[in-house]
C-alpha cells in the first residue's frame, strides 16, 4: 500500500533522479487520526480540568465566606448581650470573692465554745479542769494545739485509770474524735497540794493530708 | 521563531492555543489565590468559636443579673457586719456590749495595730481581750463573739479556774483570755 506521509516522501540516501516539486507545507495531513486532534483534545481536557478546579474552589471560597458572614451576624447578634454578660461575671466574681474570704476567715475545725463545751458535756465526776488552752494560729501551716489541765480523783491506781478512761472516751467521741487526732495523756502527776492527779492532755487538730 | 510564525501558528491551531491560554490563566488565578481557602477556614474557625462562645456566655448569663443582685446584697450586709480600724470607739463598744450583754466583768480589751496585708481585701484587725464570770455567761459570751454581728476568728483562747472557785462547771467562775481578729477594713 502506498504511503502518502511527509516522512515517506522524504528523500532518504538516494539521489533525486528527477526534481521534487511538492509543497510539503501544504500536502494534507493524511494519518487516520489527525494530530491536531490530539494536540486540541490534551489542550482542551487540560483547560477543563482547570476550570473545573478553579470552579470548585471558587465555590469553596464563596461557601467560606457565606459562612464567616453567618458567624459574624451571630457575633454581631449577641455582641451586646455578651459585654453585659461579662460585666455581670466580673462584679459577680469581685463580690463571691468578698465572701469566699470572709468564709475562709472564720473557717476553724471546730470552734473554741463548742470544744469546751463538749468537753464539759464528756467531764467524768472525779475529773475537775483547771485550766483549757486553745491555739488556733491562723498559719495553717502551724498545728491547731488544744491542752486541758486538771485534777482527777481517787488513788493514784483509781486516778490513773479514770485518766486513761477519759482520753479514750474522747478518742471515741464522734465530734472531737473526727476533729482531734492525736489525742494524748501527756502527763500525770501526784498533786502536792491536793493530793489527787494532776493531768495533761494535749489535743491535736488533724491535718488536712489525715483526714 | 518571528512573531509572525506565532501568529500563523495560532492561527493554525486556534482551538489548542485557546486551550492553553485558558490553562495559563487558570494556573495563574489558582496560584494567586492559592493561601485563600486555608485563610477564609482559619477566619471561618476564629468567628465560629468566637460566636460560640457569644452564645454559651449568654445563654449560661440568663439568671446572672438576679444572681448579682442577690449576692450584692449579701455583701453589702457583710460590709455593715465588717469592723473599721480607725473607729476605736465604736470597736470597743461592742466588746462593752457583749460584757453587759452576757454579764460577765470585762478585765482588759485592747485593739492592735493592724498588720500590712495586701493580698487579700480585708484584714483580720486583732484584739486581746480578758474577762470573768461564771462558767455560763462567758461561754455565752464567747458563743456571742463567736457568731456575732462581726465576723470573729479567736487565734487563741485558754480558760482558767478562778482562784477560790471550784473546777470548770455550770456554777464555777473561770477567767478567759482570747486572742482573736475581727474581720474588718484598715
Known amino acids: ?211 | 521563531m518571528t512573531f509572525a510564525d506565532l501568529i500563523a501558528r495560532i492561527k493554525k491551531q486556534p482551538i489548542g492555543f485557546t486551550c492553553v491560554m485558558i490553562c495559563l490563566l487558570s494556573g495563574g488565578w489558582l496560584y494567586y489565590r492559592s493561601g485563600e481557602i486555608d485563610a477564609r477556614q482559619e477566619e471561618y474557625r476564629a468567628k465560629s468559636e468566637q460566636a460560640a462562645k457569644f452564645i454559651s456566655n449568654v445563654a449560661i448569663s440568663k439568671n446572672l443579673p438576679e444572681q448579682v443582685a442577690e449576692l450584692q446584697t449579701i455583701t453589702k450586709e457583710m460590709d455593715g457586719r465588717l469592723v473599721r480600724a480607725g473607729q476605736l470607739a465604736v470597736n470597743l463598744q461592742y466588746f462593752y456590749k457583749l460584757e453587759a450583754e452576757n454579764e460577765v466583768k470585762l478585765l482588759d480589751v485592747r485593739q492592735n495595730p493592724v498588720p500590712k496585708n495586701a493580698k487579700t481585701l480585708f484584714v483580720g484587725i486583732p484584739y486581746n481581750v480578758n474577762i470573768q464570770g461564771p462558767y455560763k455567761n462567758v461561754m455565752a459570751f464567747l458563743q456571742r463573739l463567736e457568731k456575732g454581728r462581726h465576723f470573729c476568728r479567736v487565734n487563741t483562747a485558754s480558760f482558767t479556774k478562778f482562784a477560790g472557785t471550784a473546777g470548770m462547771g455550770d456554777g464555777s467562775s473561770i477567767t478567759l483570755a482570747l486572742s482573736l481578729e475581727l474581720l474588718g477594713q484598715p
Open chain 1, 1 to 211: 500500500m502506498l504511503s502518502l506521509t511527509k516522512k515517506s516522501d522524504v528523500p532518504v540516501a538516494a539521489p533525486l533522479w528527477h526534481t521534487n516539486f511538492r509543497n510539503f507545507e501544504r500536502l494534507p495531513d493524511t494519518k487516520v487520526v489527525r494530530t491536531t486532534f490530539f494536540v486540541n483534545t490534551a489542550a482542551g481536557a487540560a483547560a477543563i480540568a482547570l476550570l473545573l478546579w478553579l470552579g470548585y474552589r471558587e465555590y469553596t471560597i464563596f461557601n467560606l465566606g457565606e459562612q464567616i458572614a453567618e458567624a459574624q451576624a451571630q457575633i454581631d447578634a449577641n455582641a451586646k448581650q455578651n459585654a453585659e454578660a461579662l460585666r455581670l461575671t466580673k462584679i459577680f466574681t469581685d463580690e463571691d470573692k468578698k465572701l469566699v474570704e470572709a468564709e475562709v476567715f472564720q473557717k476553724v475545725p471546730i470552734p473554741v465554745s463548742e470544744y469546751i463545751e463538749l468537753i464539759g458535756q464528756t467531764l467524768p465526776k472525779e475529773i475537775s479542769i483547771d485550766f483549757a488552752d486553745a491555739r488556733m494560729p491562723s498559719d495553717p501551716k502551724q498545728p491547731m494545739i488544744y491542752v486541758l489541765r486538771g485534777l482527777v480523783a481517787g488513788t493514784r491506781d483509781q486516778a490513773a485509770g479514770t485518766a486513761s478512761s477519759y482520753v479514750d472516751s474522747l478518742r471515741a467521741h464522734p465530734r472531737l474524735g473526727a476533729v482531734l487526732d492525736p489525742i494524748t495523756l501527756d502527763k500525770l502527776t501526784p498533786d502536792g497540794g491536793t493530793g489527787f492527779m494532776s493531768f495533761e492532755i494535749t489535743l491535736k487538730v488533724k491535718t488536712e493530708g489525715k483526714k
